[in-house]
């Protein structure tokens, strides 16, 4: 049976080290530790939807904000330590771009953020492709950057199962998508996580700015 949890804000992640900078935060502060609720959902598509539904049923949160990192498309003005806040998440398929497949009409293929929340949060718009594997080619970079600037694979998955919930994603930009991506995100990574949870951060210690529950 799911159980409302204390924390009006549910703060979710891919994974438990891109939290490391908010519950650093959240350790010091302890009125900000009974108003948020931190925790990783899970890495890739399938696993971060999954466990953001159940994680959203326990906590049953008044808003939904995912932090993690991301990958700039070339040619891109957003540099390597950027926090961006999303406005829209495309699912895409390499394969559909291919045309060796398609997506049934009926498969959502965007998701916005809500538009009130995202305003509150301080960094450039931008809007995310989530794709299922991580873009290695440039040539693939190319195609994909027409759905938008930074590709992250886990956003559009959280965003669905926030559902009606107001929900925003903060992305801290640690490479650009291509060959060299997995060797800058492994320098970048940490820091980039950071300046994500900086920006949620900042917005969580505004007192004016309480998500109301939806109704």
Not at 30 to 55: D, F, H, K, N, Q
Not at 79 to 85: H, K, L, R, S
Not at 159 to 185: D, E, M, T, Y
């Amino acid at each position: 049976m799911a159980t409302s949890r204390a924390g009006e804000v549910l703060v979710l992640s891919a994974w438990e080290p891109e939290l490391a900078a908010l519950r650093a935060a959240l350790a010091r502060d302890s009125v900000l530790r009974r108003r948020v609720v931190a925790r990783p959902a899970g890495v890739g598509l399938v696993e971060a939807g999954i466990g953001a539904a159940r994680v959203i049923d326990e906590v049953r949160p008044r808003a939904v904000v995912f932090v993690g990192t991301a990958g700039a498309y070339p040619p891109s003005a957003i540099t390597i330590g950027t926090a961006v806040v999303a406005r829209r998440m495309a699912l895409a398929s390499t394969a559909a771009l291919r045309g060796d497949g398609y997506l049934p009409e009926v498969l959502p293929t965007i998701v916005e953020t809500d538009r009130g929340l995202r305003g509150q949060l301080e960094g450039p718009v931008a809007d995310v492709v989530c794709p299922l594997a991580i873009t290695k080619t440039r040539a693939l970079a190319r195609r994909l950057a027409g759905a938008g600037a930074v590709e992250n694979l886990e956003a559009f998955a959280v965003a669905r199962a926030a559902g009606k919930i107001p929900f925003a994603a903060v992305l801290g930009v640690s490479n650009a998508v291509g060959p060299q991506a997995h060797a800058q995100w492994r320098r970048h990574a940490a820091p980039a996580a950071a300046a994500a949870c900086a920006a949620v951060l900042a917005w969580l210690r505004v007192p004016t700015r309480r998500p109301r529950r939806p109704r």
